[in-house]
Nanobody, 127 residues
Framework: QVGLEESGGGLVQAGDSLTLACAVS????????VGWFRQTPGQERKFVAT????????YYSDSVKDRFIVSRDNADNTVYLQMNNLKPEDTAVYYC????????????????????WGQGTQVTVSS
C-alpha cells in the first residue's frame, strides 16, 4: 500500500513561484510513476506532470511544460513540483498520485486510471 502526502500549497501572486512536495510511503514498483493532477470546482482532475520512480523520465501537460518542473529525491522518498511564473488559471487543488506508467504515459491521461492519491493541497494564485 502506497501512502502519499502533499505539502507546500498556499496563496501567491501571479508571476510568483511555489514548490509542492509529496512524501511517499510504502514501496513504489519500477513500472510506476509519481506525479500531480489538479482540480477546480465542478471540473474533473486534470493531469499536470509526472516522473518515473525508477529512471526519472518526466512527462508534462502542454499547459505547464514550460513553467513547471517535476523532480524526485529517492533518498527521502519525495516528489516535488516546482511551479514558476504562476497564473490565476493555475489555481486549483493539487493532488499527488501514483500509478502505472503504461505505454507512452497513457494511464496518466485519465485520472480514473490512477490507483493512489494524496489528500490534496490548495494553490491559489491572485492576479
Amino acid at each position: 500500500q502506497v501512502g502519499l502526502e502533499e505539502s507546500g500549497g498556499g496563496l501567491v501572486q501571479a508571476g510568483d513561484s511555489l514548490t509542492l512536495a509529496c512524501a511517499v510511503s510504502g514501496r513504489i514498483h519500477r513500472s510506476y510513476a509519481v506525479g500531480w493532477f489538479r482540480q477546480t470546482p465542478g471540473q474533473e482532475r486534470k493531469f499536470v506532470a509526472t516522473i518515473r520512480w525508477s529512471g526519472g523520465n518526466t512527462y508534462y501537460s502542454d499547459s505547464v511544460k514550460d513553467r513547471f518542473i517535476v523532480s524526485r529525491d529517492n533518498a527521502d522518498n519525495t516528489v516535488y513540483l516546482q511551479m514558476n511564473n504562476l497564473k490565476p488559471e493555475d489555481t486549483a487543488v493539487y493532488y499527488c498520485a501514483a500509478g502505472l506508467i503504461g505505454t507512452n504515459w497513457i494511464p496518466w491521461a485519465n485520472w480514473r486510471a490512477i490507483g493512489s492519491w494524496g489528500q490534496g493541497t490548495q494553490v491559489t494564485v491572485s492576479s
